[in-house]
């Protein structure tokens, strides 16, 4: 199995399996299975936004710290360049040259 197939169900399995056990222990049958259709409709929205990938890459990163499995983290993001912020002299661009009037307040 390809590492890009492996990171979200590790990711998946990691926010699963201790919610699912803690609920078979604590809950009573009805509401168990209740949890468990909420927390796939939680685990679809997850792996839809990619959540569940960013969580496998995080617990891949840290176990590869500890046991070399050879799996790497795929899909990482590059960190985002910070713009920098319009400094207390310039003044910032509200896409108009009208000057803005308000109405007071009644």
């Keep these: 199995m390809s590492p890009e197939l492996v990171n979200p169900w590790i990711g998946i399995a990691f926010a699963v399996v201790p919610v699912l056990l803690v609920g078979w222990l604590i809950l009573k049958k009805p509401v168990f299975w209740f949890m468990v259709v909420l927390i796939a409709v939680g685990l679809g929205y997850l792996h839809t936004t990619g959540a569940a990938e960013e969580l496998g890459n995080m617990i891949l990163t840290e176990v590869n710290n500890i046991y070399p499995t050879g799996i790497?983290?795929?899909?990482?993001?590059?960190?985002?360049?910070?713009?920098?912020?319009?400094?207390?002299?310039?003044?910032?661009?509200?896409?108009?040259?009208?000057?803005?009037t308000t109405v007071p307040a009644q």
């Design 72 to 100: 790497e983290p795929t899909g990482a993001a590059e960190p985002a360049a910070m713009e920098s912020a319009p400094s207390q002299n310039e003044a910032p661009d509200t896409g108009s040259t009208s000057p803005v």
